[in-house]
């Protein structure tokens, strides 16, 4: 098997100099990578995740899947530019969608309704017509996924992705006449030219299963790469190409021996770690050119596939964020970007006084879709777009062996070369922005006006600030905590992340998977722990993933503290802190500290206002106090002069920040952190990863972090070894909610079993009223400040 590997060197030797104009503007996201999208846009809605060209190739449907409204789009794509026909409402929605043969009809997955709706095209609009029904609706779990017909129109094929199966359904009875046990989550289907085989992705797995639709029986399964999602077949039925999400690569199955004949690194550099994520394939009319959407490098890699077995890289191509599919029609390329163009302010916050208002901006449905249309670049052309590509891609090989940094900086650059911190504690808690705790803090970019928690509740974490440094522009990766706690341990969030946690957070159903209790979240190397075992370093949890921990064989399966509880809002933090104490004292006595300790403080998440639990701002106060004793009881122990911790919120979702929603309060403390010190540099979820890491000796665990700046500018190689003393709580921990007024009644509904099975937009206002009174509006956010166009910016690494 013959593995492609992409370069920079191959990419630009294709064509001349670059022949259209450049971009105007390069916006640069909050996780420092950069977007030039090319060609004009469309607004699409809510997570685009799929496309489907019609039959006559003059329509392009879109199923819209993300945690606000669901969608299904019909444009007319016959001309030159691309005309909204029709836009539906559907109740729920996912990755599922298909034009009939005679695309007088239009078909597409239910999601957690366990049905496929089916709809008419008449006069140009969609009229829904009728529905095949699975299963009743969630909580039954089947989850329609990705779906295809017979060539006659007259059988459906779906499968699903919760109970892992193929449903083969007759379209006239509206039947279910076979189901057949998948052995994996499935993404989509796709039948042969010849309508005899049918090729199912095991999205858990990595392999096709094939289908004969003679037979009724699954005949053989096609080894992949890990997480298949899309596929694409030629013509000729020869051919099929799989998407593989979790390793940067695409699979070309030779079906005449069911063997792959050769798998394209989709990544722009050789041997990179997980963070391209190939999601959507096309091929050009004649077969010869592949078009890979590659979601988190947020572009799409070129290949000519004329020879199976011998293909070539030919460049990349900028898109927008995250995209999700591609389709081509004639010299026409079509994306959808999942998450539009930018990372947008929301000036109308949440209204504590409204339910949902349509326009509200709430980060879990703030980027909406953009549909990109261009034609297919010359080669001259494709060297400059690809220029283009590599210049938006903070990541290279180069930063991933040798990061950013300054000599004699307790910050190694190279992994492997000393530091004098030889103990890391990570500390996450839980979704809030920078505002809402320092909001207050002098000589940081704050606004006090949206400080929920200032001094008086956390004096322990501005006490910490002021004396270590306050960071004042340091954003998380994550939108939610469900991607947030996979950002915040692997420096990445697999497909299966990214492309579900909308759905449940929307209220349309789906477990909360988000936290090592689903194999098929995971990385395909694993969380922070693993990379630890393979790297040979000494690592213990302290409540961070127990569910991970619970599972036999798992990286913290032995290695973790079982006496320390999960996420459980009704035991406080200082108790937790108490159990860690205990555990802490033994290991020191032994001389066995672990060299990377991770632990999970999350009651400043809060319970909301409902009665009898505690006040918010008594469990921030909590959550504080339990931090500040940490620091007390580290500093006063034989290691604190070999130590550093960083404490983090797994996400920003709860709460109004003026700069940006994904802002959020970041601590580090160290002897060798500088001291009573302001930063101003931007630093990420990735970027603190990053920085343990080249403490502990460890190489980046996904492009995100290899491409992230280090935050040695925190420290100095002069230590102050004085020891940190707790300030005690100045509110009381042990305040109630007792009223039954308006923020009660609406706490009374949220599920605060998991960190966000709620409403969080809802969440955040009770939270406000909460803290500033009943009849105190909340404030709308000015967000998007930072955001910088980076056109005449000096992107030079000043290493």
């Not at 929605?93 to 309704?113: E, H, Q, T």
């Not at 399964?221 to 051919?239: A, E, F, Q």
């Not at 300030?727 to 966000?756: C, G, W, Y």
């Amino acid at each position: 098997m013959v593995r492609l590997y992409t370069s920079l060197l191959c990419a630009l030797t294709v064509g001349a100099v670059w022949a259209q104009p450049a971009p105007t503007q390069r916006v640069q996201l909050p996780n420092g990578w950069s977007l030039t999208p090319t060609g004009s846009s469309v607004p699409l809605g809510d997570l685009p995740l799929n496309m489907v060209v019609s039959p006559d190739q003059k329509r392009l449907a879109v199923t819209n899947n993300g945690q606000s409204k669901h969608t299904i789009q019909l444009f007319d794509v016959s001309g030159t530019s691309t005309r909204q026909l029709a836009s539906l409402e559907i109740p729920k929605a996912w990755v599922g969608i298909r034009f009939s043969p005679d695309g007088k009809r239009l078909y597409a997955s239910g999601g957690n309704d366990n049905r496929v709706m089916v709809y008419e095209i008449a006069d140009n609009q969609l009229v829904k017509a009728d529905s095949i029904t699975l299963g009743k609706p969630w909580p039954n779990r089947i989850s329609v996924a990705g779906l295809d017909l017979s060539r006659d129109g007259k059988t459906l094929y779906t499968v699903t992705k919760d109970d892992s199966a193929l449903y083969v359904c007759n379209v006239a009875t509206r039947q279910i006449e076979k189901r057949i046990q998948l052995p994996h989550e499935a993404y989509t289907c796709l039948l042969s030219p010849s309508g005899h085989e049918l090729y199912i992705t095991l999205w858990g797995g990595a392999g096709v299963q094939v289908y004969d639709t003679k037979t009724g029986q699954i005949s053989a399964r096609i080894t992949t790469g890990d997480h298949p999602n899309d596929m694409v077949l030629t013509k000729s039925g020869k051919y099929l190409f799989t998407a593989n999400a979790n390793d940067n690569s695409v699979s070309i199955i030779d079906l005449s021996t069911r063997r792959v004949v050769e798998a394209l690194n989709t990544a722009l550099y050789p041997d990179a770690p997980a963070g391209s994520t190939p999601n959507g394939l096309a091929l050009t009319p004649d077969g010869k050119t592949l078009l890979v959407a590659n979601a988190d490098n947020n572009c799409l890699a070129v290949f000519d596939v004329s020879k199976p077995g011998k293909s070539r890289s030919l460049g990349f191509i900028p898109t927008g964020w995250y995209p999700t599919a591609v389709k081509v029609i004639g010299k026409k390329i079509l994306v959808s970007n999942g998450k539009g163009m930018t990372s947008l302010a929301n000036p109308k916050g949440p209204d504590p006084f409204k339910r949902r208002e349509e326009d509200t901006q709430y980060i879990g449905a703030l980027f909406k879709g953009t549909l990109s249309t261009f034609t297919m670049p010359s080669a001259a052309q494709l060297t400059g777009l690809t220029r283009q590509v590599y210049a938006n891609t903070p990541y290279s090989k180069e930063k991933e062996k040798l990061a950013a940094g300054e000599p004699n900086n307790p910050i190694p650059r190279r992994v492997g070369d000393p530091s004098p911190i030889k103990y890391v504690f990570y500390i996450i808690k839980e979704n809030r922005t920078y505002d809402q705790v320092f909001g207050d803090m002098p000589g940081g970019n704050g606004d006090s006006s949206l400080c929920l928690f200032p001094e008086k509740v956390t004096p322990n974490q501005h006490a910490l600030a002021r004396e270590f440094g306050l960071l004042d522009n340091f954003y998380v990766d994550a939108e939610v905590s469900a991607d947030g706690h996979n950002w915040s341990t692997a420096a990445y969030a697999p497909d299966y992340v990214e492309k579900t946690w909308p759905t449940s957070y929307g209220g349309r159903g789906g477990t909360y998977d988000y936290e090592g209790s689903r194999p098929v979240a995971f990385p395909k190397k694993g969380f922070i722990w693993d990379h630890c075992k393979q790297a040979g370093i000494s690592y213990r949890g302290y409540g961070e993933f127990a569910a991970y921990a619970r599972r036999r064989g798992s990286a913290l399966d032995g290695r973790f503290c079982h006496q320390y509880p999960d996420y459980d809002l009704k035991i406080k933090d200082i108790d937790r802190v108490e159990i860690w104490k205990r555990d802490f004292d033994s290991l020191v006595t032994a001389n066995a500290v672990p060299r990377f300790n991770s632990l999970r403080l999350g009651n400043n998440h809060t319970a909301g206002a409902r009665i009898g639990q505690l006040t918010p701002t008594a469990m921030v106060a909590d959550n504080d106090l339990a931090v500040g004793r940490f620091i007390e009881h580290l500093s006063n122990s034989p290691i604190w002069k070999e130590s550093a911790v960083f404490i983090l919120e797994d996400d920003a979702q709860n709460g109004a920040d003026h700069v940006d929603a994904h802002r959020s309060p970041a601590l580090v403390i160290s002897p060798y952190a500088k001291r009573r010190h302001i930063e101003h540099t931007m630093y990420s979820t990735s970027a603190m990863l990053r920085t343990m890491e080249l403490i502990l000796g460890m190489p980046p665990m996904s492009q995100y972090d290899a491409a992230a700046r280090p935050m040695f500018a925190l420290f100095t190689n002069t230590p102050d070894f004085t020891p940190y003393k707790h300030i005690p709580a100045q509110v009381d921990l042990s305040a109630k909610n007792t009223a039954m007024n308006e923020p009660a009644r609406r706490s009374e509904k949220f599920d605060l079993r998991h960190a966000d099975t709620l409403d969080d937009h809802e969440f955040n206002a009770v939270i406000w009223m909460a803290v500033r009174g009943e009849n105190s509006p909340v404030p709308a956010p000015r967000r998007g400040a930072w955001l910088r166009i980076a056109e005449k910016e000096d992107d030079g690494d000043d290493d």
